[in-house]
T-cell receptor, first 109, second 114 residues
Framework: GENVEQHPSTLSVQEGDSAVIKCTYSDSASNYFPWYKQELGKRPQLIIDIRSNVGEKKDQRIAVTLNKTAKHFSLHITETQPEDSAVYFCAASFDNLFFGTGTRLTVIP | NAGVTQTPKFQVLKTGQSMTLQCAQDMNHEYMSWYRQDPGMGLRLIHYSVGAGITDQGEVPNGYNVSRSTTEDFPLRLLSAAPSQTSVYFC?????????????FGPGTRLTVL
């Protein structure tokens, strides 16, 4: 089955700086790559996703890039704010979703 | 729409007890799934269903059963609870018959097995 690795496990940035989280996947058949944000005690919620026929996607301060050849994809958050503090999960899917182990992002005011 | 609902929110069991975690969605989604979330391990797929009457195993199915008699409901049964099943359980649904679209998660059930 699919194996998704995510780095780093924790990340601290100053408010206003950028944050980058990286993931790799193993199954070349995977074609859907979402990112979920989970606040403490809450359910995971989709923040952005990308499909294999697209190399980059942006939504305001959030962007995701995909390199199918290298089998890795990344989440970029610019101009970070304290409310961006949460755990972020990447995932990869061909038919079912397989999640990375998460990155705890802390934005320091 | 209530979205995806789960009950109970919290549960404490003794080793060997059985119970059913309830999950329902009112979005007419075909795909439903159960995940468990453990510290440092992300979310792992337990079982999934691509439609009423169809279920299949995910990554970590041992010790759990599911059924899908209606489009709306997808209960998860713990047959004989073990301390290793202490976790937070999330149910999710998606509008396609596969997991390769946005999945909407329920609020979760925090289960402790003593």
């Amino acid at each position: 089955g699919e194996n998704v690795e995510q780095h780093p496990s924790t990340l601290s940035v100053q408010e206003g700086d950028s944050a980058v989280i990286k993931c790799t996947y193993s199954d070349s058949a995977s074609n859907y790559f979402p990112w979920y944000k989970q606040e403490l005690g809450k359910r995971p919620q989709l923040i952005i996703d990308i499909r294999s026929n697209v190399g980059e996607k942006k939504d305001q301060r959030i962007a995701v890039t995909l390199n199918k050849t290298a089998k890795h994809f990344s989440l970029h958050i610019t101009e970070t704010q304290p409310e961006d503090s949460a755990v972020y999960f990447c995932a990869a899917s061909f038919d079912n979703l397989f999640f990375g182990t998460g990155t705890r992002l802390t934005v320091i005011p | 729409n209530a979205g995806v609902t789960q009950t109970p929110k919290f549960q404490v069991l003794k080793t060997g007890q059985s119970m059913t975690l309830q999950c329902a969605q009112d979005m007419n989604h075909e795909y439903m799934s159960w995940y468990r979330q453990d510290p440092g391990m992300g979310l792992r797929l337990i079982h999934y269903s691509v439609g009423a009457g169809i279920t299949d195993q995910g990554e970590v199915p041992n010790g759990y059963n599911v059924s899908r008699s209606t489009t709306e409901d997808f209960p998860l049964r713990l047959l004989s609870a073990a301390p290793s099943q202490t976790s937070v359980y999330f149910c999710a649904s998606s509008w396609t018959s596969r997991g390769d679209n946005e999945q909407f998660f329920g609020p979760g059930t925090r289960l402790t097995v003593l």
